[in-house]
């Protein structure tokens, strides 16, 4: 069966950490592009972190660069986002999505395929 599952979300105060990941099965794993994307209450969706599908090209959003990580683990099919220095405006569903990679070094925002059904993230005191 084909999914994406997002897992990690949850309550954390502001400048706290919390780690997401997003498991993968019933594709290609290490033949797709994965990437994170948010949304937050009243907010169009937007993309956050990509990673290529060999894990060599990592991009970040400016609002979360040098705050968020992305990884990925090829063999335990997994995509992890791990976040520090947490904000009120980093509140938000956290969705990861998977896109066919036209090369191993490709990290995109568009043209995604599969899509998890998100995560709640809330930074609140």
């Known amino acids: 069966q084909l999914q994406l599952v997002e897992s990690g979300g949850g309550l954390v105060q502001p400048g706290g950490s919390l780690s997401l990941s997003c498991a993968a099965s019933?594709?290609?794993?290490?033949?797709?592009?994965i990437s994170w994307f948010r949304q937050a209450p009243g907010k169009e969706r937007e993309g956050v972190s990509c990673?290529?599908?060999?894990?060599?090209?990592?991009d970040y959003v400016d609002a979360v660069k040098g705050r968020f990580t992305i990884s990925r683990d090829n063999v335990k099919n997994t995509v992890y986002l791990q976040m520090k220095s947490l904000q009120p405006e980093d509140t938000a569903i956290y969705y990861c999505a998977a896109g066919p990679s036209s090369w191993s070094a490709e990290c995109k925002y568009y043209g995604m395929n599969y899509w998890g059904k998100g995560t709640l993230v809330t930074v609140s005191s």
């Open positions: 019933g594709f290609a794993f290490d033949a797709y592009a």
């Open positions: 990673i290529s599908s060999s894990g060599i090209n990592k």
